[in-house]
């Protein structure tokens, strides 16, 4: 088996081929523009035979066109985290930081780690997740313009004290522009503008929203079955997942996530601690359904009842409940990515 590690950039990939001995063959450096150029690497890579496969620092922002002309050449194709690829670079014999370098520890990598997830082409998910994320960004700017009109509001009336969240209904921003209306002062023209582009991105958030949800309905159908999962969590979900099959069990999936505690050896004795590491936006989901469910499901509520009795505290309860959600999340994201194979060679029959 040769392992071809790939450096990827925004103008050039460079590709060093190790052997199973990790021992370097060759190295090459193609230009990043093109699909043609991309496909240089897959004939360079010939020589080496066919049993290769690529793999590839996990950076898809700019790595993503290069997979999708790998794979659509039929290489296999692994991607390697950024933090595995560090320990190889630092382990290795050559200083510096180079692009050579840090493909040979990409190649490295992945010849030490069997599990790696494996690149596919992009799905719907992709599509969802740069709606979820356009629509993040947009809640996220409409925050601050909502902060910034308050201070405006306030600045004009210590009195007037709107609740934030109430600035995103059309109503309030109603009465602000109304109550605006008259007022000649430059900090009440400047209000004014901002309650237009909280308007603005208010209704664009909104038809997002509805998008998301036409999107999720078609698409995870098993995991909005689950209590505590509206359209939303299920789309932030699906998009940070993307393929949930690349995770080869759950307890890898529950890893990924941050929901697997850290096993610590002290004194012949076997304890866990919290992991801060992981996917933190699917930490962030699974906690909102943990959350919820500790508020309308009778099996979540029985079973912190049950943890607390064991001598847990509230929040290690909790903490529990997130593993076991990761789980169930895990099987409901196979049945609907099963679902959706299914769908899909009925439409091409």
């Known amino acids: 088996m040769v392992v071809l590690g790939i450096d990827a950039h925004k103008r050039t990939h460079t590709v060093v081929a190790i052997d199973e001995a990790g021992r370097e063959l060759g190295t090459m450096t193609t230009r990043a523009t093109t699909t043609e150029a991309n496909l240089e690497l897959v004939r360079w890579a010939d020589q080496f035979g066919p049993d290769r496969r690529f793999a590839v620092e996990d950076c898809r922002h700019l790595s993503r066109k290069l997979e999708g002309d790998l794979l659509g050449a039929g290489e296999m194709l692994v991607r390697v985290p950024p933090k595995l690829m560090a320990h190889a670079r630092d382990a290795a014999r050559t200083y510096g930081k180079s692009d050579p370098i840090d493909a040979l520890a990409v190649a490295r990598a992945a010849l030490r780690e069997p599990n790696l997830p494996v690149a596919r082409l992009d799905g719907p998910s992709r599509d969802l997740r740069l709606l979820v994320d356009h629509r993040e960004d947009l ?31 059309f109503k309030h921003l109603n009465e602000v522009a109304a109550r605006l209306e008259g007022l000649e002062t430059m900090v009440a023209r400047i209000a004014r503008d901002l309650v237009a582009r909280v308007r603005e991105l208010t209704e664009t958030a909104n038809a997002l929203e509805r998008e998301i949800v036409q999107a999720v309905a078609k698409l995870a159908r098993s995991l909005l079955g689950l209590a505590g999962v509206g359209a939303l969590t299920a789309a932030k979900l699906l998009a940070e997942v993307a393929d949930v099959r690349r995770f080869h069990s759950k307890d890898a999936f529950a890893r990924h996530n941050g929901t697997a505690p850290l096993p610590v050896w002290s004194a012949n ?57 990761s789980d169930v999340v895990y099987r409901r994201l196979l049945t609907d990515a099963e679902a959706a194979d299914v769908a899909f060679l009925g439409e091409a029959a």
């Open 139 to 169: 809640v996220k700017d409409r925050t601050g313009q909502i902060n910034r009109l308050r201070w405006h509001l306030h600045e004009l009336d210590p009195a007037w004290d709107p609740a934030p969240r109430v600035l995103v209904r």
């Open 269 to 325: 004795k076997v304890r866990h601690r919290l992991s801060r590491t992981g996917n933190r936006q699917l930490n962030a989901a699974i906690h909102r359904i943990a959350v919820t469910q500790m508020r309308i499901h009778d099996e979540a509520k029985a079973y912190l009842e049950r943890r607390i009795a064991m001598g847990n505290t509230k929040t290690e309860a909790i903490r529990a409940l997130k593993r076991k959600l």
